[in-house]
């Protein structure tokens, strides 16, 4: 749930927000989304026809006429005319940048143009940037990228590791400490707000959205809150409609197991290429040398125990992110086992930016963490994450101590301004999901189903994946899905599809 992008003046990132006498109304000023020569993004959007655009809103819905926000937006205008169906509003998750969701959906991942050409013929495509991420008012506390990628990667397995992971996460909060005016409008469900400020500025009475991910969360959210201002809602890899927050990941453990496996089963059948064993639960053992192997050295690398966890991760069940992974697991086994290894290229470039100390603003990890923690009120207690991890480490050896450890939401500045949106709306709306999703586990996805009265599901079987619709090719999901934002007919019960 992380993404990329930003840059901005000065003033911008120290929110470009002065004391003012309102949000601006009207049109939007559409122009050429390119910011300067090396604005490869906004060259992206200007090569598929977007025009982008800035509108403000408040910094805090409690005081309309106070300070504000300027958010960047960009849209893709639909190209048959004749028969447009609105705008359709998209978040890709993150939280993060999401105005290069207009260039993603238009031609990248998920590429609606070459594999939902009719969606994006009859649609607006329009991408937000939420507050505090890429061009809108970025919020960057300046946490190296080392400390933060430990703080998130890694796991407590053992006291001292725990005692470590508490440290730094104490020490990320301190660094938005000067940033505690902004900090509670983080939330959710403001960007909500914002984004039916978005949908005003644009003139529509009502819009359509598509998100996954964290997106997914955020249009829940909107649901909840503006429901006569949707039409179509497309949730795909959803977060159980109460689990975001500061503890976004602490049930995600069984699943990264159950993926774990999934890949361990993937790399038996091909032991002549891979080395790691010929059975589901020979791999798992090579995979569990790791863990007693640690600390060991990986090229110039050094990797403890507390590393191991993170990476273990799988996000995508293809047979080249599956290659990938087995290759770096057969250099991580091999140096475990005490022989000299060269690290594969992924490997290498995700070791070094484990000990990168600058800051990287692209990678939104501190307003990432401001969003979580203003969305739901964490325990202030350390102890209670150790006790949490310590009760759960039979069922959760591996991935438990990742999934419950402390975050700097223990230490944060500031606590949430509003209770965490409660989901009950029977607005319609279609759910798609993977059984086996390791990042937003089906139980969740399930439950987000039942909250939404009004909603169907569609669950891609046995897939092991994150990012269902147009990521992974399965023809009855990306049918399913078409069809329902072009008639907006929901189906008549929930499906369940296979590859």
């Known amino acids: 749930m992380t993404t990329r992008l930003g840059a901005v003046a000065l003033a911008v990132l120290l929110l470009g927000s002065t004391p003012g006498t309102g949000v601006a109304s009207g049109q939007p000023a559409w122009h050429d989304c390119v910011t300067g020569p090396d604005d490869e993004v906004g060259a992206q959007l200007a090569a598929v026809g977007a025009r982008c655009a800035e509108i403000t809103v408040p910094l805090d819905y409690r005081r309309p006429d106070g300070r504000t926000v300027t958010l960047a ?218 863990d007693r192997g640690a600390p060991f050295t990986v090229g110039t690398h050094r990797i403890e125990r507390a590393m191991v966890a993170g990476l273990l991760l799988t996000v995508d069940d293809t047979d080249a992110s599956y290659a990938e992974f087995a290759a770096q697991v057969r250099v991580l086994v091999d140096a475990a086992r005490g022989q000299v290894v060269t690290p594969t290229p992924a490997l290498a470039a995700k070791l070094a930016l484990y000990e990168k100390p600058e800051v990287t603003p692209e990678f939104g990890f501190s307003a990432t963490t401001a969003n979580q923690c203003a969305d739901r009120a964490a325990s202030r207690d350390p102890e209670t994450y150790y006790r949490d991890i310590r009760d759960h480490l039979a069922a959760e050896p591996l991935y438990g101590p990742l999934a419950r450890d402390i975050t700097p939401c223990a230490f944060w500045p500031t606590s949430p301004v509003e209770p965490p949106t409660a989901i009950t709306t029977g607005h319609p709306a279609l759910i798609v999901g993977a059984s086996g999703d390791p990042s937003t586990p089906y139980p969740g996805q399930r439950a987000l189903r039942r909250a939404m009265g009004g909603s169907r599901m569609i669950t891609l079987d046995r897939a092991y994946r994150h990012g269902v619709y147009l990521f992974d090719g399965a023809a009855c999901v990306d049918g399913a899905v078409d069809r329902y934002l072009l008639t907006g007919v929901l189906p008549p019960a929930d499906v369940t599809c296979s590859r």
């Open 73 to 290: 937006i960009a849209r893709r205008a639909a190209t048959d005319r004749a028969h447009r169906l609105g705008t359709l509003l998209v978040n890709t998750g993150g939280p993060g940048p999401s105005r290069d969701g207009v260039f993603l959906v238009a031609q990248g991942i998920p590429p609606i143009a070459h594999g939902a050409p009719e969606v994006a013929a009859r649609y607006d495509l329009v991408g937000v940037d939420p507050r505090f991420f890429g061009l809108s008012a970025p919020l960057e506390c300046g946490w190296p990228t080392n400390l933060a990628l430990r703080n998130a990667q890694y796991a407590s397995p053992d006291r001292a590791s725990f005692e470590r992971s508490a440290a730094d996460a104490r020490d990320l909060a301190s660094r938005c400490a000067d940033k505690a005016d902004v900090l509670p409008h983080a939330s959710t469900r403001n960007i909500a707000r914002d984004l039916d400020r978005v949908r005003a500025a644009l003139g529509e009475r009502k819009v359509s959205y598509l998100g996954w991910s964290y997106g997914t969360y955020l249009g829940a959210v909107y649901t909840q809150l503006f429901p006569t201002r949707l039409d179509r809602v497309v949730l795909d890899s959803a977060i159980a409609p109460d689990a975001y927050g500061p503890a976004a990941f602490r049930e995600t453990a069984p699943a990264d197991a159950a993926a774990l496996a999934d890949w361990a089963r993937w790399a038996a059948a091909r032991d002549a290429t891979y080395r790691l064993g010929a059975t589901t639960g020979a791999v798992l053992a090579a995979v569990g040398s790791l």
